[in-house]
């Protein structure tokens, strides 16, 4: 699967846009070849992927601004938006539990979220900044 950058999923709002930036930001910089693993040298004993836990803090933390955004302006696509975010989480999570590891199996992991984030894009956050700038909750463009 080709590489996702963020300028392909853009929406226009950019409350909402700035979160896939940063996690398209985050991805490049977390599967660089020449970032080490930090329990590199053998030390690794394959379980808690710190590759892992840090795009789950990422998304956890993105999430919680966009759920926060929908509870306030009672998006009515408030959950299944909420469902799918939570897919990921549980997708990584189980990834981790199943001792994946992001520096030895990282064409899998960058998949799986370069695969969910197309699909959020054009399923969940597009719709949601539509609804966003429709309703004058947020502004297009800046
Ligand atoms: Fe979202």
Redesign the pocket.
Known sequence: MPEIGHHGLATGVRE?DADTEALSFLMSRIFDPLVECRRGEGNCDHCQCTRIDAVLRYVRRS?AR?EDLMASAAYPGETA?RV??AALVEQLKAMQAARVCADHDRILVREAVNRWLAA?HGG??RP?ANWTVTRRILSPGS
């Open positions: 909402i999430f966009q938006h799918d975010h959020h969940y956050d949601l």
